[in-house]
């Protein structure tokens, strides 16, 4: 056997591989422990690492086919890293939003309260402000006065525009409510939707978990499809660019920063992010500008979007 053999089987291997689990994620998902696992615990990171050595082991060798193959590799791997190509607009925007899970607190309200000044938002959409000290939200609060606050169970809205209405829809079988409000812009009225996902646990529970975010995606989808005109559904969706549950919410809106995000907007984990899993979705509106800002406030970062109404 040539020695060029071996890498070349192995590249082309991993091609296919790599085809397979595109097919597995789009098609299958969570609909399988092995699936989930590869939908939303494998880093997409790992398989961009893979066709890279490739490629390098490949151009070592002098192996055509090989190098072609890992060429093809990383074709087929950037999308499932999620990479935007860099947006750029004058276009200006009607508001800035921005969603964040505080994870109850645990950064401190000075912190939280820091991050928030430093993107000056219009609305701020937490998530997990359950369980936090009695003292800590009235602190929160405090620091950022301009704002008024609507909250539902864990989840809150902060705003500086006017709130002209709010509602709370408790889902069905959990102990989460979607939290929903009508706020008047300078260039019209919007509804910002706000919710929390059920994390799929990487241990015994995963179908339960699986079952609870299908309802959750139930009752949200059809919250939304109630609410008439333009429409920024945001939170902590515990959901990557990729599975069942992504692709459906796709299906109904847009997301803001696919639109105009640059690189790979990764939240989470904030101190070294490997997954992009909070979400801005648009209906009737456009995101001008997507980022998400470098905080240590949380154990996400957040994610700020200035949007605007075509």
């Known amino acids: 056997m040539k020695t060029g053999r071996p890498i070349v089987a192995v590249t082309w291997g991993f091609v296919l591989l790599l085809l397979l689990l595109h097919l597995a994620v789009a098609v299958i998902a969570e609909r399988t ?5 590869l939908t939303y615990f494998v880093p997409p990171q790992v398989w961009t690492l893979c066709g890279v050595l490739l490629l ?12 072609i193959g890992s ?6 791997a950037l999308p499932l890293l999620g990479w935007n190509i860099p947006h750029s607009t004058a276009a200006q925007s009607s508001f800035r939003l921005m969603t964040y899970n505080i994870a109850r607190g645990a950064g401190g309200a000075s912190e939280l309260a820091d991050t928030v000044r430093q993107q000056h938002p219009d609305v701020v959409c ?37 709130v002209l209405n709010r509602q709370e829809t408790p889902i069905p079988g959990t102990t ?20 929390h996902f059920t994390t799929v646990p990487l241990r015994s529970g995963w179908a339960g978990a699986v079952e609870s975010r299908t309802r959750q995606e139930q009752a949200f989808l059809s919250r ?17 660019p990729r599975g069942l549950v992504y692709a459906a919410l796709k299906r109904h809106f847009t997301n803001a920063f696919e639109q105009a995000g640059s690189g790979l907007g990764l939240t989470f984990p904030a101190t070294l992010p490997l997954a ?13 500008r997507a980022s998400v800002p470098v905080s240590r406030a949380s154990d996400h970062r957040p994610l700020v979007v200035d949007v605007r109404f075509p």
């Open 33 to 37: 422990v092995a699936t989930l696992l």
């Open 56 to 67: 390098l082991s490949s151009l070592k060798a002098r192996q055509g086919r090989a190098t």
């Open 71 to 76: 060429l093809v590799a990383l074709f087929l």
């Open 126 to 162: 937490l998530q997990e402000i359950n369980g936090l000290q009695a003292t800590m939200f009235p602190a929160l609060l405090r620091q950022l006065p301009e704002y008024s606050v609507v909250q539902a169970r864990e989840v809150a809205l902060l705003s500086r525009l006017p």
């Open 176 to 195: 989460r409510s979607l939290l929903s409000a009508s706020i008047r812009t300078r260039d019209g009225q919007v509804t910002v939707l706000n919710t």
């Open 224 to 240: 939304a499809q109630g609410i008439p005109g333009a429409l920024v559904a945001c939170g902590d969706f515990n959901t990557p």
């Open 276 to 288: 992009r899993i909070d979400h801005v979705w648009l209906r009737q509106a456009e995101a001008v």
